[in-house]
């Protein structure tokens, strides 16, 4: 039942804090601010992993991103992320201690299932990241972190996404305990983060209103492009998804600092540009991306941190309460979700039941 939300979507949206905090006990011990996650938890020999390769599909593809910025910078350990159906056919080798993480909120991607077999049968331990208890990922993976985000009815995926980003960055702090990579206050700075999450996500939603405004003057546009840096970039393309598969209007997500290098060549007043600007350490990278798109006329969205001055005057802004770098991808997704969903309403299109689209790709 969605009532009193008009949408799943919306009502899923909406569903984070609370899906985010429950997934996050699982993950880690609240009392003395550490993770729980740990070899014997998993069930996988997490000290002995040497390269890690990531594989999922659309949204689940776009965590598998994030979590690569988050492994590597926490655990120093290579990270290759394939979405499966170009991973499954190319036959790619895989080194001795190398860990597979596949990441569905279905659990019955035919792509995503395909190399989850390719996988095991090289002899690879395959960790599932899954919300679908008893699905067919969640059975063949050798071990699962469950994302318990619920029944996710919108096709536009959504909890199931802020979810599988709260596990995958235990999962990061996990494996870099597990290797001796993670200080003890490391650990707690990035634990009460972590818990501040769900909290901080409430704040987000406060924005909803502007959203809903924002989406209204921007909802006749033919395109949007959508930038970011870092952990952040993949965020830029997951807003960028949200927006086709609901509103029908065609969006890129870009790494901000690509933009030059072709891009910038659309930018003219009739584009959107919707920037994911926290203040981090690549923030004044980003911003002079911003003054790039300014200076050729653009409507830039900013989304960056509350309280802090971005010395460059955007169209739209939307301030979120400050957080730490590491956690900030989680938050930073929900005001782009919230507003491909308000221009979808706006122009009427099925919200919950886009065209062509399925809930679960079984098919290849
Ligand atoms: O169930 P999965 O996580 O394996 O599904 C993967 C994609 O099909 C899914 O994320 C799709 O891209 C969503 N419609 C995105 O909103």
């Known amino acids: 039942e969605k009532w009193p939300y008009r949408h799943y979507m919306q009502k899923e949206i909406y569903e984070q804090p609370t899906v985010v905090g429950e997934t996050l006990k699982n993950l880690i011990h609240a009392a003395d601010r550490t993770i729980s996650v740990s070899q014997t938890a998993v069930g996988l020999d997490l000290a002995a992993v040497q390269a890690v390769t990531i594989v ?37 080798p895989m ?26 049968a090289q002899g690879q331990q395959v960790l599932g990241v899954v919300n679908v208890p008893e699905s067919t990922i969640d059975r ?5 972190l469950y994302t318990l985000a619920g029944p996710e009815i919108g096709v536009a995926s959504t909890k199931a996404f802020t979810t599988q980003l709260t596990v995958l960055a235990c999962l990061a702090l996990a494996l870099a305990k597990a290797r001796g990579q993670l200080s003890p206050e490391d650990e707690r700075r990035h634990v ?8 901080r996500i409430e704040q987000v939603l406060t924005h909803d209103d502007k959203l809903q405004e924002v989406g209204r003057q ?3 546009a033919s395109g949007f492009l959508f930038l970011g840096r870092g952990a952040q970039f993949p965020i830029a393309l997951e807003g960028a998804l949200k927006l086709k598969e609901i509103s029908y209007i065609h969006a890129e997500g870009y790494a901000a600092g690509e933009m030059k290098h072709g891009p910038i060549a659309l930018i003219d007043e009739e584009l959107p540009v919707v920037v994911v600007a926290p203040k981090d350490g690549l923030h004044e990278k980003t911003i002079s991306n911003v003054e790039e798109v300014k200076a050729r006329g653009g409507r830039v969205v900013m989304i960056h941190t509350a309280g802090e001055s ?25 005001p782009l979700q919230l507003l491909a969903y308000h221009i979808a309403v706006h122009k009427g299109t099925d919200v919950d039941q886009p065209r062509n689209l399925a809930k679960s790709v079984t098919v290849e």
């Not at 999922?56 to 499966?84: F, L």
């Not at 001795?96 to 395909?114: F, H, K, P, R, Y």
């Not at 971005?310 to 929900?334: K, M, Q, R, S, W």
């Open 95 to 120: 080194a001795a201690g190398s860990l597979m993480i596949v990441i569905s909120q279905s659990g019955e991607t035919a792509d995503t299932l395909a190399a989850l077999r390719h996988a095991k």
């Open 56 to 92: 999922a599909c659309g949204t689940s593809y776009h965590a598998g991103m994030v979590a690569k910025y988050w492994i590597e910078q926490q655990a120093r350990v290579p990270v290759n992320v394939d979405v499966a159906s170009e991973y499954r056919y190319r036959n790619t």
């Open 310 to 334: 971005t010395g460059v005057a955007a169209d739209f802004e939307v301030g979120i309460a400050p957080c730490g770098e590491f956690a900030a991808p989680i938050l930073y997704v929900t």
């Open 192 to 199: 009460e983060d972590l818990l501040q999450i769900p909290a």
């Open 140 to 144: 063949e993976a050798d071990a699962t």
């Open 218 to 220: 921007l909802m006749h």
